[in-house]
């Protein structure tokens, strides 16, 4: 992968790192469960900021919303009404964790500089692995609900989101998008580490031992736990959501023959940079699993083994083939540091460390909750562009250059006196309305 220019400061100058900011991050991710919400203090910028956890909140989808987004990626139940309502019911509850995180940790809201989000991502459509033509041209595309617009107006906070769409616009395949962060955190002098997020996708960011954040390499590696769950679901009809701690796949045996054949899959296999969501890993696919799985007389434990494995090999080869190689020295992986739902899935853990060979660790060992490093990526994220900084890695996706990452929908808390004077919406954080 040829690496491009490092991330441009535009705007005004780092804040002083003795100077903390308050932003809050949100998320939903492709595994439905709800809305992460993470209330951060962020230090200095760029590569050196840091960020310190004050609080986070996990604001549970209902059965009902649950199914209805489910709903919208059955494509041929999906209408463009209801696609509408979901994005305005998605921007309420936005607003309700952003709301919920402050009010539970005791800070203002109105002390919050900054709102990032990433929203519930409906269909994606990398640049480079997926695009479309248009006048001769092969363009990407994405779309995520959740209203920022609402958001803003619901707390008064400045909201930031759809980033996925700068980097696209820019050539690029929109995700991943946490390298800064995990750069700050976990790079070192002597050790290579892949940082893996496990979330319904997975995906990596390997940093080379004695690099600069121009060093890392990261990509969409493949099924994270999207598929994992999808499957028990539909062997429990619904009455569970994930295999809890990787129990079941641990009583279960891997099936060598489903495994090879899935690991044949087109995106599996293509170079990066590539980025990944449910249109490879969504129901569909899912169905041929269990199709597949019936055929060759699989227990549900191997085939949940089968498919926790899937996602261990898939993310093994694309370290191997993409990243190792640019490391100086060995080349060879000391560390994994895990974060997603996979970090408490003990099976995938152990699975990891055998195939790697390598010490593999979580957020919560370095004192970083695992369960809240997505919604700090998003706060991070987002204050970057606040404070008039690019701030994403644009040889990851395949972008031309670095962007602003993410329209912005002003707030109402910070406004100049004289324009704030006079004019407040109803429904500002002086007077917050709950979803």
Not at 290 to 301: F, K, Q, Y
């Amino acid at each position: 992968m040829t690496n491009g220019p490092r991330p441009r400061r535009l705007g005004p100058p780092p804040l002083p790192h003795a100077e903390e900011r308050l932003a809050i991050g949100l998320g939903s991710g492709s595994s439905l469960d709800g809305i992460d919400a993470a209330l951060v203090g962020i230090t200095g910028s760029c590569e050196s900021a840091k960020v310190d956890l004050k609080h986070f909140v996990c604001l549970e989808f209902d059965d009902e919303t649950r199914a209805k987004l489910l709903e919208l990626f059955e494509y041929e139940k999906s209408t463009i009404d209801k696609l509408v309502v979901m994005h305005a019911v998605m921007g309420e509850l936005f607003a309700e964790a952003a709301l919920k995180v402050a009010e539970e940790h005791g800070t203002p809201i109105a002390d919050v500089d900054v709102i990032g989000i990433w929203g519930q991502m409906m269909y994606h459509m990398p640049t480079h692995n997926l695009p479309f033509e248009w006048r001769g041209r092969k363009l990407g595309s994405s779309m995520q609900i959740g209203d920022l617009n609402r958001v803003a107006v619901r707390t008064g906070v400045t909201t930031i989101g759809d980033g996925a769409n700068a980097d696209i616009s820019s050539g690029g395949n929109g995700s991943p998008t946490p390298a800064l962060l995990d750069y700050s955190l976990y790079h070192h002098a002597e050790l290579n580490r892949a940082v893996q997020n496990v979330g319904g996708i997975g995906n990596f960011n390997f940093i080379p031992a004695g690099g600069g954040i121009d060093t890392v390499v990261g990509m969409d590696t493949g099924p994270g736990v999207m598929v994992i769950d999808a499957l028990v679901r539909h062997y429990t009809d619904g009455a569970e959501l994930f295999d809890r701690g990787g129990e079941r796949a641990g009583r279960g045996t891997v099936s060598q023959t489903l495994l090879d054949e899935l690991m044949q899959e087109r995106y599996i296999q293509m170079p990066a940079p590539k980025a990944a969501g449910r249109e490879q890993y969504g129901s569909h696919w899912v169905r041929q699993i269990i199709a597949r799985s019936e055929e060759l007389g699989l227990g549900v434990e191997d085939v949940l083994a089968t498919a926790t494995m899937l996602t261990v090999e898939s993310t093994a080869i694309n370290l191997e083939r993409w990243a190792l190689p640019s490391a100086t020295g060995s080349g060879k992986l000391d560390e994994m540091v895990v974060g997603g739902g996979g970090a408490m899935n003990l099976t995938m853990l152990r699975m990891f460390a055998d195939r790697l060979d390598c010490k593999v660790s979580t957020h919560d060992d370095y004192g970083n909750p695992a369960f809240a490093m997505e919604a700090m990526i998003e706060a991070l994220t987002a204050y970057e562009t606040y404070i008039g900084h690019t701030n994403h890695i644009p040889w990851h996706s395949g972008a031309g250059s670095s962007v602003f990452a993410g329209l912005v929908a002003p707030g109402y808390n910070k406004l100049p006196p004289r324009q704030a004077e006079g004019w407040r919406p109803e429904g500002t954080a002086q007077e917050p309305v709950r979803a």
